[in-house]
Protein backbone atom coordinates (compact mmCIF):
# COMPACT_ATOMS: atom_id res chain seq x y z
CA UNK A 1 0.00 0.00 0.00
CA UNK A 2 1.04 3.73 -0.70
CA UNK A 3 0.39 6.12 1.73
CA UNK A 4 -0.96 9.67 0.81
CA UNK A 5 0.16 11.58 3.88
CA UNK A 6 -1.76 14.98 5.22
CA UNK A 7 -0.48 18.49 5.99
CA UNK A 8 0.25 17.23 9.90
CA UNK A 9 2.11 13.85 9.37
CA UNK A 10 4.49 15.47 6.28
CA UNK A 11 5.17 18.55 9.09
CA UNK A 12 6.33 15.75 11.51
CA UNK A 13 8.29 14.42 8.65
CA UNK A 14 9.68 17.77 7.25
CA UNK A 15 10.57 17.82 11.06
CA UNK A 16 12.61 14.82 10.86
CA UNK A 17 13.90 15.58 7.77
CA UNK A 18 15.49 18.47 9.00
CA UNK A 19 17.12 16.58 11.88
CA UNK A 20 19.21 14.84 9.45
CA UNK A 21 19.80 17.56 7.27
CA UNK A 22 22.11 18.98 10.37
CA UNK A 23 23.50 16.11 11.23
CA UNK A 24 24.75 15.76 7.95
CA UNK A 25 25.66 19.64 8.14
CA UNK A 26 27.48 19.05 11.18
CA UNK A 27 29.26 15.27 10.74
CA UNK A 28 30.96 17.60 7.19
CA UNK A 29 32.71 19.65 9.80
CA UNK A 30 34.65 16.99 11.65
CA UNK A 31 35.33 14.97 7.74
CA UNK A 32 39.03 14.51 7.81
CA UNK A 33 42.03 12.40 7.55
CA UNK A 34 42.41 10.53 11.08
CA UNK A 35 38.68 10.66 12.40
CA UNK A 36 37.59 7.29 13.03
CA UNK A 37 33.83 6.49 11.68
CA UNK A 38 32.92 4.98 15.71
CA UNK A 39 33.79 8.72 16.44
CA UNK A 40 31.16 10.18 13.72
CA UNK A 41 28.70 7.68 14.74
CA UNK A 42 28.82 8.95 18.32
CA UNK A 43 28.74 13.19 17.18
CA UNK A 44 25.59 12.30 15.18
CA UNK A 45 23.80 9.89 17.56
CA UNK A 46 24.14 13.00 20.71
CA UNK A 47 23.05 15.32 18.25
CA UNK A 48 19.74 13.30 16.68
CA UNK A 49 19.17 12.41 20.61
CA UNK A 50 19.44 16.54 21.53
CA UNK A 51 16.46 17.31 18.91
CA UNK A 52 14.35 15.10 20.65
CA UNK A 53 14.60 12.42 18.15
CA UNK A 54 15.99 8.94 17.91
CA UNK A 55 18.21 7.62 15.36
CA UNK A 56 16.31 6.22 12.97
CA UNK A 57 18.43 3.35 11.57
CA UNK A 58 19.96 2.01 15.37
CA UNK A 59 18.12 -0.90 16.11
CA UNK A 60 16.48 -1.64 12.92
CA UNK A 61 17.02 -4.99 11.23
CA UNK A 62 19.29 -5.62 14.01
CA UNK A 63 21.48 -2.80 12.74
CA UNK A 64 24.57 -1.67 15.37
CA UNK A 65 24.82 1.92 14.87
CA UNK A 66 22.98 5.22 14.14
CA UNK A 67 24.83 5.84 10.87
CA UNK A 68 26.02 3.94 8.00
CA UNK A 69 29.14 5.28 6.87
CA UNK A 70 30.94 3.37 3.65
CA UNK A 71 34.81 4.02 1.77
CA UNK A 72 35.67 3.87 -1.46
CA UNK A 73 34.40 0.72 -2.81
CA UNK A 74 31.50 0.09 -0.07
CA UNK A 75 28.33 1.03 -1.61
CA UNK A 76 26.10 0.85 1.44
CA UNK A 77 25.47 -0.30 5.04
CA UNK A 78 29.34 0.41 6.29
CA UNK A 79 29.57 0.37 10.21
CA UNK A 80 31.27 2.42 11.84
CA UNK A 81 34.36 1.35 13.37
CA UNK A 82 37.32 1.89 15.00
CA UNK A 83 38.75 2.81 11.32
CA UNK A 84 40.06 5.75 10.77
CA UNK A 85 39.22 8.15 7.41
CA UNK A 86 42.47 8.56 4.92
CA UNK A 87 43.71 11.34 2.95
CA UNK A 88 41.60 10.50 -0.48
CA UNK A 89 39.08 8.55 0.45
CA UNK A 90 35.53 9.02 -0.47
CA UNK A 91 33.01 8.16 2.28
CA UNK A 92 29.23 7.82 1.93
CA UNK A 93 27.08 8.92 5.15
CA UNK A 94 23.83 7.41 5.49
CA UNK A 95 21.35 8.54 8.35
CA UNK A 96 17.95 8.29 9.44
CA UNK A 97 16.03 10.41 12.33
CA UNK A 98 12.84 9.33 13.88
CA UNK A 99 10.56 11.79 15.24
CA UNK A 100 7.35 12.07 16.62
CA UNK A 101 6.48 8.83 15.16
CA UNK A 102 7.58 9.73 11.12
CA UNK A 103 11.52 9.52 9.88
CA UNK A 104 13.34 10.89 7.89
CA UNK A 105 16.46 9.70 5.55
CA UNK A 106 19.54 11.62 3.64
CA UNK A 107 22.49 10.56 2.54
CA UNK A 108 25.94 12.52 0.87
CA UNK A 109 29.20 10.75 -0.33
CA UNK A 110 31.97 13.48 1.61
CA UNK A 111 35.36 13.90 -0.12
CA UNK A 112 38.19 13.27 2.78
CA UNK A 113 40.99 15.76 1.77
CA UNK A 114 42.31 15.79 -1.21
CA UNK A 115 40.39 13.56 -3.68
CA UNK A 116 41.23 12.88 -7.30
CA UNK A 117 39.56 13.70 -10.69
CA UNK A 118 38.05 10.12 -11.04
CA UNK A 119 36.26 10.68 -8.01
CA UNK A 120 34.92 14.04 -7.83
CA UNK A 121 32.99 13.35 -11.15
CA UNK A 122 31.89 10.09 -9.82
CA UNK A 123 30.37 11.70 -7.11
CA UNK A 124 29.48 14.97 -9.28
CA UNK A 125 27.16 12.86 -11.61
CA UNK A 126 25.66 10.57 -8.61
CA UNK A 127 24.25 13.64 -7.24
CA UNK A 128 23.37 14.99 -10.48
CA UNK A 129 21.16 12.30 -10.94
CA UNK A 130 19.70 11.97 -7.55
CA UNK A 131 18.45 15.76 -8.57
CA UNK A 132 18.00 14.43 -12.35
CA UNK A 133 15.57 11.42 -10.38
CA UNK A 134 13.37 13.91 -8.32
CA UNK A 135 12.66 15.99 -11.20
CA UNK A 136 10.19 13.28 -12.11
CA UNK A 137 8.79 13.00 -9.14
CA UNK A 138 5.70 14.96 -10.45
CA UNK A 139 1.63 14.24 -10.18
CA UNK A 140 0.60 11.73 -12.60
CA UNK A 141 4.46 11.02 -13.68
CA UNK A 142 5.08 7.44 -12.57
CA UNK A 143 7.95 5.64 -10.58
CA UNK A 144 9.34 4.33 -13.68
CA UNK A 145 10.31 7.94 -14.56
CA UNK A 146 12.51 8.18 -11.69
CA UNK A 147 14.60 5.38 -12.82
CA UNK A 148 15.00 5.71 -15.95
CA UNK A 149 16.00 9.32 -15.85
CA UNK A 150 18.72 8.59 -13.34
CA UNK A 151 19.93 5.46 -15.10
CA UNK A 152 20.04 7.42 -18.56
CA UNK A 153 22.38 9.64 -17.03
CA UNK A 154 24.69 7.45 -14.86
CA UNK A 155 25.08 5.21 -18.34
CA UNK A 156 25.50 8.37 -20.40
CA UNK A 157 28.72 9.04 -18.30
CA UNK A 158 30.06 5.40 -18.16
CA UNK A 159 29.00 4.04 -15.05
CA UNK A 160 26.96 1.79 -13.59
CA UNK A 161 24.02 1.71 -11.64
CA UNK A 162 23.31 -0.37 -8.48
CA UNK A 163 19.91 -2.10 -9.09
CA UNK A 164 19.88 -4.81 -6.32
CA UNK A 165 19.43 -1.71 -3.94
CA UNK A 166 16.42 0.87 -4.16
CA UNK A 167 14.84 4.08 -3.11
CA UNK A 168 11.68 3.41 -0.70
CA UNK A 169 8.64 5.57 0.33
CA UNK A 170 9.10 7.03 4.14
CA UNK A 171 6.57 7.87 6.48
CA UNK A 172 5.77 5.94 9.59
CA UNK A 173 8.20 3.35 8.38
CA UNK A 174 11.68 3.57 7.25
CA UNK A 175 11.51 1.40 4.13
CA UNK A 176 7.59 1.65 2.81
CA UNK A 177 5.77 1.53 -0.45
CA UNK A 178 6.61 1.85 -3.40
CA UNK A 179 10.11 0.43 -4.53
CA UNK A 180 12.15 3.19 -6.40
CA UNK A 181 14.86 1.41 -8.44
CA UNK A 182 17.70 3.90 -9.96
CA UNK A 183 16.68 2.19 -12.93
CA UNK A 184 13.53 1.55 -15.59
CA UNK A 185 11.94 2.09 -18.38
CA UNK A 186 9.62 5.36 -18.57
CA UNK A 187 5.85 5.10 -18.03
CA UNK A 188 5.83 1.82 -15.77
CA UNK A 189 5.17 1.35 -12.20
CA UNK A 190 2.87 2.90 -9.94
CA UNK A 191 1.32 6.72 -10.82
CA UNK A 192 2.76 9.46 -8.78
CA UNK A 193 0.02 11.29 -6.47
CA UNK A 194 -0.08 14.29 -4.28
CA UNK A 195 1.10 13.94 -1.02
CA UNK A 196 3.11 10.93 -1.21
CA UNK A 197 6.96 10.89 0.22
CA UNK A 198 9.72 9.04 -1.05
CA UNK A 199 13.43 8.89 -0.31
CA UNK A 200 15.32 8.83 -3.72
CA UNK A 201 18.45 7.52 -3.28
CA UNK A 202 20.69 6.72 -6.32
CA UNK A 203 23.58 4.15 -5.70
CA UNK A 204 26.02 4.92 -9.10
CA UNK A 205 29.53 2.69 -9.24
CA UNK A 206 32.63 3.37 -11.13
CA UNK A 207 32.78 0.22 -12.51
CA UNK A 208 30.68 -2.70 -13.18
CA UNK A 209 27.13 -3.26 -11.12
CA UNK A 210 27.84 -6.14 -9.42
CA UNK A 211 28.00 -5.84 -6.18
CA UNK A 212 28.99 -8.39 -2.76
CA UNK A 213 28.37 -8.30 1.16
CA UNK A 214 31.16 -8.51 3.79
CA UNK A 215 30.96 -10.89 6.50
CA UNK A 216 29.79 -8.97 9.08
CA UNK A 217 26.57 -9.50 7.13
CA UNK A 218 26.00 -5.78 6.23
CA UNK A 219 28.66 -3.72 3.97
CA UNK A 220 27.26 -4.18 0.68
CA UNK A 221 30.93 -3.28 -2.06
CA UNK A 222 31.23 -3.40 -5.52
CA UNK A 223 32.75 -6.50 -6.92
CA UNK A 224 35.19 -5.14 -8.84
CA UNK A 225 36.70 -3.08 -5.88
CA UNK A 226 36.11 0.21 -7.73
CA UNK A 227 34.67 3.36 -5.97
CA UNK A 228 30.65 3.76 -5.54
CA UNK A 229 29.25 7.08 -4.19
CA UNK A 230 25.51 7.50 -2.72
CA UNK A 231 23.15 10.17 -2.36
CA UNK A 232 19.76 10.81 -0.83
CA UNK A 233 16.93 12.67 -0.32
CA UNK A 234 13.20 12.52 1.51
CA UNK A 235 10.68 14.55 -0.70
CA UNK A 236 7.08 14.95 -0.67
CA UNK A 237 5.07 15.44 -3.60
CA UNK A 238 2.83 18.73 -4.14
CA UNK A 239 0.39 19.69 -6.67
CA UNK A 240 3.37 22.08 -8.09
CA UNK A 241 5.73 19.16 -7.92
CA UNK A 242 8.70 17.58 -5.91
CA UNK A 243 9.08 19.42 -2.65
CA UNK A 244 12.69 18.23 -1.56
CA UNK A 245 12.20 17.83 2.98
CA UNK A 246 16.00 17.51 3.34
CA UNK A 247 17.23 20.22 0.85
Not at 72 to 81: F, N, R, W, Y
Not at 202 to 223: A, F, H, L, R, Y
Request: overall charge negative; proline content about 4%; glycine content about 10%.
Amino acid sequence: MIFIRNNNEIEMMASAAEIVKNTLFLLEEHIEPGISTLELDSIAEKYICSQSAKPGFKGLYGYPSTICISIDSEVVHGIPSERKLKDGEIVSIDVGSLYKGYYGDHAKTFSVGNVDSKKKKLMDTTKDCLHRGISCAKPGMRIGDIGNAIQTLAESKGYSVVKDLVGHGIGEKLHEEPQIPNYGSKGTGPIIKEGMCFAIEPMINMGTEDICEKGDGWTVCTKDGEPSAHFEHTITITKNGPQILTA
